[in-house]
């Protein structure tokens, strides 16, 4: 077998919408980037402009556009749930699927202790798996 990975067989997920993800895991800065499509969707969906969501949500962090993080966690984090979720980022949308999750020591010391949807729902397979954690970047 040609890279052997030890989600070969796949991972079970399904988003319980228990608000963990959008939390700072270790305890420090939590970056939720945004690109074009992103910006213009939660913008629309908090019928701002994009320039009025641009400056009172977003700053810019190693280069790139990322949601204001002033407590450690996501400012779109009302009650424990995502008050963006139908129009959540990319990054959001892929979790737990990225590549920085994926290391193993990861995934078994952060991810599964934190997150209430692992090991239930949709069986995704390598191949999903590894296109899902293709779609963000950077992480």
């Known amino acids: 077998m040609k890279n052997p990975k030890w989600y070969d067989r796949g991972i079970k997920f399904s988003c319980a919408g228990c608000g963990q993800c959008c939390k700072s895991l270790d305890g420090k800065e939590a970056c939720v980037y945004l690109d074009g499509d992103d910006l213009r969707a939660i913008a629309a969906c908090l019928k701002l ?58 995934w078994e010391e952060k991810v599964i202790p934190g997150c209430r949807g692992v090991g239930k729902g949709k069986l995704y397979s390598k191949k999903e798996i590894e296109h899902l954690s293709e779609d963000i970047s950077p992480l």
């Open 49 to 106: 402009t994009e320039q009025e969501f641009a400056a009172k949500y977003t700053e810019r962090r190693h280069g790139l556009v990322v949601i204001r993080d002033p407590e450690k966690d996501c400012l779109f984090l009302v009650d424990g749930k995502c008050a963006v979720y139908p129009v959540r980022p990319a990054q959001c949308r892929t979790w737990p699927f990225w590549k920085i999750a994926l290391v193993r020591k990861n």
